[in-house]
């Protein structure tokens, strides 16, 4: 949570996530350079060491913008979730090896600046078969590597959670500028159908992925009907909500998780502080609300996180009528006690 | 504020899917019948001495 920080708070999982991404990295770039060799023996070492790192990160781009969506579908996926910010990194320093080399390989020798050479070595931006692809690729790594640059919970605070998640929402104009340049760039010299069916395959899985969870989630979004201005909306029996779990349901256009715990039941705002994680996909924990993301904690009364740590969400007024639990859809100020309803 | 805000990630969501499948049509339809990329061929290149 947020009472210090350091560079990174190593744990066994973290460890083994990051040994299983640096030994994908390793692994592929062998079986790449390997294959790559034995059927292009024309190509230079220079070549298969530019596409091989450029593949990998689109590969990791693409593992990356899947885990959100996954995490939305099934909560069996929520282990990738967890440290997700590390396979971002990963990727995006993979991405600036390819970078690096293809402007030590294309731009580097001539007696022009190579960053100036890559910007103006092409202007044909008329023209899509022949369109300055590279520049795209430049420009989603600059992307990347703000993303990769703020992916701390340090930076998450200083820039506070709404202007964090933002800039962090920029991953996908980065993934159109890098579909755009592997699109204008490489497929347009290599015509094999595997390349071309391989980047339509990642494509239609990263976006239809996202398509089926925002349509889940739309539905799931619908919200049980109100009755008078003010009243307390019926949004569901106690026993719909399983012990120490929560039912989400949308009052007033925002989500609200409804816990029941030790026979009572009490609502917060269903969006966690710290990544604006559902906090109504996660259970109780030692007596607190745990975020199924990366474990921010609250009361389930209060809406606080316990001492030392300072974060709070608000909380939701709730009574409970002949089995029925009944929420008031106003929320009230973030941290606001509020007397559990006895199930 | 989390509600419109998650309306308009599906709303850029769908128009970033419609974009790239567009791209990735015409891009494909316009590509040159040999294999030639002007900007490619360096590397190839100079491994025979030419290139740069």
């Known amino acids: 949570m947020s009472q210090g920080y350091v560079a990174i708070g190593w744990n066994r999982q973290k460890r ?13 770039l062998a079986l790449f350079l390997g294959v790559g060799a034995a059927i292009h023996p024309e190509a230079t070492i220079e070549t298969l060491l530019i596409r091989g790192f450029g593949t990998c990160a689109l590969l990791m781009l693409h593992i990356v913008l899947c885990i959100g969506p996954l995490c939305r579908l099934s909560p069996r996926f929520l282990p990738l979730l967890y440290n997700r910010r590390h396979l971002g990194v990963a990727m995006f320093l993979v991405a600036l090896v390819h970078g690096g080399f293809s402007i030590i390989q294309f731009h580097a020798l001539g007696d022009v600046n190579p960053l100036v050479s890559l910007l103006t070595a092409n202007t044909r931006y008329g023209s899509l078969a022949n369109f300055p692809f590279q520049p795209l690729g430049l420009a989603a790594l ?11 919970d340090f930076w998450l605070a200083q820039l506070t959670a709404p202007v964090w998640k933002r800039l962090h929402m920029a991953v996908y104009f980065a993934y159109g500028l890098i579909v755009a340049h592997v699109l204008l760039g490489v497929l347009q010299a290599e015509r094999h159908p595997l390349l071309s069916g391989a980047l339509g395959a990642g494509m239609i899985i990263v976006l239809g992925l996202h398509l089926l969870a925002g349509a889940r989630e739309r539905a799931a979004d ?5 009755g008078a201005a003010g009243a307390f909306v019926d949004v569901c029996g106690v026993e719909e909500i ?10 007033s256009g925002e989500r609200v998780a409804i816990f029941r715990y030790d026979g009572k039941v009490s609502a917060v705002s269903n969006v966690c502080k710290h990544q604006n994680g559902p906090l109504g996909e996660g259970r109780i924990v030692d007596g607190c609300i745990t975020c199924p993301w990366h474990g921010y904690q609250y009361l ?3 809406g606080a996180s316990p001492p030392p740590f300072t974060e709070r969400v608000p909380t939701f007024n709730v009574r409970i009528a002949d089995g029925r639990v009944l929420v008031d859809p106003r929320p009230n100020a973030p941290g606001t006690r509020v007397p559990p309803a006895r199930a | 504020m989390i509600a419109p805000l998650r309306r308009a990630h599906r709303v850029l969501l769908l128009l970033l899917s419609l974009a790239l499948a567009a791209l990735f049509v015409a891009a494909l339809r316009v590509r040159p019948a040999a294999p030639v990329n002007s900007q490619f061929p360096a590397s190839l290149m100079r491994r025979e001495g030419g290139g740069q």
């Open chain 1, 16 to 28: 083994l996530y990051d040994g299983t991404i640096a030994a994908g990295v390793v692994l592929y």
């Open chain 1, 142 to 152: 600059v992307i990347l590597f703000l993303m990769a640059a703020t992916s701390h």
């Open chain 1, 222 to 226: 619908q919200e049980p009907a109100a």
């Open chain 1, 242 to 251: 399983p012990e120490n779990r929560a039912r989400i349901v949308t009052l």
């Open chain 1, 300 to 302: 389930p009364d209060s």
